[in-house]
Antibody, heavy 119, light 111 residues
């Protein structure tokens, strides 16, 4: 079955760029939209943005100036870059599949990766 | 402050039914049948339980059901079981520039 796996550094220094990759295995990355969602420790979920398999993106306005999501269909991967990070960006970052882009629900999730922003 | 409002906690005894509410506006919950619900156990990723207000994915127990009235969506769990103890989040498409919003989450305790 389709599985998602996040990878990337678990520690990022303030003002630097957070970079994560999500690898899609067991299925095709095409014909779906893919999202990043984060969860600060002890808090709720926040949608970061999405990318289509063709590369169209849409970002949460609260993060738009700092976020870039890209896709590499040849590697079945999509990536997140978040620039100028602060302690407020410390969170578990999840990659997720949009089950249907007409209805905006997330039917598959990665296990998540904790990224801590600290010097 | 989350865009959708959920109670911080609910509780029930095994076998009972509970309902978790999710209140939004006409720009999200009330305007579209695009509400979804997620279950999250501690240290785990969220799991889709309900989509498009009331549809269950394959493999999700029929003890879980969803509904909507006006700007408020609800998740009902019947025949509570110990394994249902978890955090539950609602989500909705929104016509605002944010596109997708989540509720603040509800902690379900099975007494």
């Amino acid at each position: 079955q389709v599985q998602l796996q996040e990878s990337g550094p678990g520690l990022v220094k303030p003002s630097e760029t957070l970079s994560l990759t999500c690898t899609v295995s067991g299925g095709s990355i095409t014909n779906y939209y893919w999202s990043w969602i984060r969860q600060p420790p002890g808090k709720g979920l926040e949608w970061i943005g999405y990318i289509s398999y063709s590369g169209y993106t849409n970002y949460n306005p609260s993060l738009k100036s700092r976020v870039t999501i890209s896709v590499d269909t040849s590697k079945s991967q999509f990536s997140l870059k978040l620039s100028s990070v602060t302690a407020a960006d410390t969170a578990v970052y999840y990659c997720a599949r949009v089950g249907d882009s007409r209805y905006w629900y997330f039917d598959l999730w990665g296990r998540g990766t904790l990224v801590t922003v600290s010097s | 402050q989350s865009a959708l409002t959920q109670p911080a906690s609910v509780s029930g005894s095994p076998g009972q039914s509970i309902t978790i509410s999710c209140t939004g506006t006409s720009s999200d919950v009330g305007g579209y049948n695009y509400v979804s619900w997620y279950q999250q156990h501690p240290g785990k990723a969220p799991k889709l339980m309900i989509y498009e207000v009331s549809n269950r994915p394959s493999g999700v127990s029929n003890r879980f059901s969803g509904s909507k009235s006006g700007n408020t969506a609800s998740l009902t769990i019947s025949g509570l079981q110990a394994e249902d103890e978890a955090d539950y989040y609602c989500s909705s498409y929104t016509s605002s520039t944010t596109l997708v919003v989540f509720g603040g989450g509800t902690k379900l305790t099975v007494l």
